[in-house]
């Protein structure tokens, strides 16, 4: 176990799916603004990219909260 929050440690394969979902989910959002925001202006699209990579982490990592699967009671100091 690794990463301790609020009681739990994740597990490491908990860590690579949120992970590699993640680089999925970012990957997504990119394309999504590539395409709805077809501009010959790239700063546009790098705000419009990190404005929603942004919101969309949030909700990312709100979701996974609420998801036990890969969380084990941290185990007590004695």
Do not use: H
Request: proline share 4%; glycine share 4%; with cysteine.
């Amino acid at each position: 176990m690794s990463n301790s929050v609020d009681g739990f440690e994740e597990t490491r394969t908990r860590s690579l799916t949120k992970t590699v979902s993640w680089r999925c989910c970012a990957v997504l959002n990119s394309f999504t603004i590539l395409v709805v925001t077809p501009t010959s202006r790239p700063i546009v699209n790098a705000i419009a990219m990190n404005v929603t990579g942004f919101c969309v982490f949030y909700f990312f990592e709100r979701i996974w909260n609420q998801v036990a699967w890969g969380r084990l009671p941290k185990k007590q100091d004695l």
